[in-house]
């Protein structure tokens, strides 16, 4: 180790002459730092971390190490762990991931302070009052009125009960049934037309059947032709026009110790497992593989 401390040795053995090694906490010739070395360096055992059985150059093997006895590792592995340099002032990189400031955060403290002004001046009158917010904030916009589907799967509305006499029973019997009454958009007359023609006007029939679609024809995995395979390949347009069948039409079956019995959920059963109602949605980037709200738990629609 070259050190003042080493040049100032004057030590000589048979072997040569004898140097500080190991921050000068080792003391001998290079022949036994070389035998040392070989046993490992440390003065422990790295596999066990004991020295319990270590009894060769126990005075030319230190027990510092890059990992101490507990496994650790030391200071002697990646450096010092002290800042080398002081912090920056400036902060550039705190300021790189703060978002600035929004103006409703300095909008909110003037109304609360404009409210407040208009509550002291109209004390003893709620109608002069709300006059002088209306000078203030001008007049109140409009209510937001929110997209509320209550059609189930976007098809039908829910089950009601409906109440007929006698005569306007008979009056219909015989009468050919058109459309299904659980599922208007299908046509009893022709299921597959009706259907596609109920995915190309309604957007949101069109991205539940995409993403519960099970049948995959996608030449390769890839995001967009899973999406769109159905639509571009041959085989896909030719599956799409046989589909003749609406999930809302359909009643499942509800014994649960018969679905259970028969692992139904796992595609065990038989009857079940190779039914495009019940087999999962093919792979794609945004589906869940259910096809079922997860949060209504109710049955989403799609054709198959």
Same mark, same amino acid.
């Given at each position: 180790m070259a050190s003042a401390k080493n040049d100032r040795l004057l030590a000589r053995t048979v072997e040569g002459s004898v140097n500080y090694y190991q921050g000068h906490k080792v003391k001998c010739t290079a022949a036994d730092r070389g035998l040392a070395e070989r046993l490992g360096g440390q003065g422990y055992n790295i596999l066990n971390n004991s020295d319990q059985h270590e009894v060769y150059f126990r005075d030319l093997r230190p027990t510092e190490h890059i990992v101490d006895d507990k496994g650790r590792q030391t200071r002697h592995f990646f450096g010092a762990r002290r800042r080398k340099f002081g912090g920056d002032e400036r902060g550039l990189m705190a300021m790189s991931m703060q978002h600035p400031? /929004?103006?409703? +955060?300095?909008?909110?403290?003037?109304?609360?302070? #404009?409210? +407040? @002004?208009?509550? *002291?001046?109209? *004390? #003893?009158?709620?109608?002069?009052? #709300?006059?002088?917010? /209306?000078?203030?904030?001008?007049?109140?916009?409009? $209510? $937001?009125? +929110?997209? /509320?589907?209550?059609?189930y799967a976007n098809e039908a509305e829910k089950l009601r009960p409906r109440i007929t006499t006698k005569d306007q029973w008979q009056q219909r019997r015989g009468e050919a049934m058109a459309h299904s009454h659980t599922a208007p958009s299908l046509s009893i007359a022709d299921p597959a037309a009706s259907l596609a023609r109920a995915v190309r006007e309604d957007p949101r029939k069109e991205a539940s059947q995409r993403q519960l679609e099970s049948a995959n024809v996608a030449p390769r995995n890839v995001g967009n032709l @899973?999406?769109?395979? *159905?639509?571009?390949?041959? @085989?896909?347009?030719?599956?799409?026009?046989? #589909?003749r069948h609406c999930s809302v039409n359909r009643v499942e079956n509800a014994d649960f110790s018969v679905s259970r019995k028969n692992n139904h959920f796992s595609s065990g059963d038989r009857l079940t497992r190779a039914d495009p109602f019940y087999m999962a949605p093919a792979i794609g980037i945004t589906n869940n593989s259910v096809k079922y709200d997860i949060i209504s738990n109710e049955r989403r629609w799609f054709k198959y």
């Amino acid at each position: 180790m070259a050190s003042a401390k080493n040049d100032r040795l004057l030590a000589r053995t048979v072997e040569g002459s004898v140097n500080y090694y190991q921050g000068h906490k080792v003391k001998c010739t290079a022949a036994d730092r070389g035998l040392a070395e070989r046993l490992g360096g440390q003065g422990y055992n790295i596999l066990n971390n004991s020295d319990q059985h270590e009894v060769y150059f126990r005075d030319l093997r230190p027990t510092e190490h890059i990992v101490d006895d507990k496994g650790r590792q030391t200071r002697h592995f990646f450096g010092a762990r002290r800042r080398k340099f002081g912090g920056d002032e400036r902060g550039l990189m705190a300021m790189s991931m703060q978002h600035p400031d /929004h103006p409703r +955060q300095d909008s909110r403290a003037d109304r609360r302070t #404009q409210t +407040q @002004l208009a509550q *002291m001046e109209n *004390m #003893q009158s709620y109608d002069g009052f #709300q006059r002088r917010c /209306h000078e203030f904030f001008g007049p109140v916009p409009p $209510k $937001k009125f +929110q997209v /509320h589907n209550a059609r189930y799967a976007n098809e039908a509305e829910k089950l009601r009960p409906r109440i007929t006499t006698k005569d306007q029973w008979q009056q219909r019997r015989g009468e050919a049934m058109a459309h299904s009454h659980t599922a208007p958009s299908l046509s009893i007359a022709d299921p597959a037309a009706s259907l596609a023609r109920a995915v190309r006007e309604d957007p949101r029939k069109e991205a539940s059947q995409r993403q519960l679609e099970s049948a995959n024809v996608a030449p390769r995995n890839v995001g967009n032709l @899973l999406a769109t395979a *159905m639509d571009r390949t041959a @085989l896909g347009r030719s599956i799409s026009e046989s #589909q003749r069948h609406c999930s809302v039409n359909r009643v499942e079956n509800a014994d649960f110790s018969v679905s259970r019995k028969n692992n139904h959920f796992s595609s065990g059963d038989r009857l079940t497992r190779a039914d495009p109602f019940y087999m999962a949605p093919a792979i794609g980037i945004t589906n869940n593989s259910v096809k079922y709200d997860i949060i209504s738990n109710e049955r989403r629609w799609f054709k198959y």
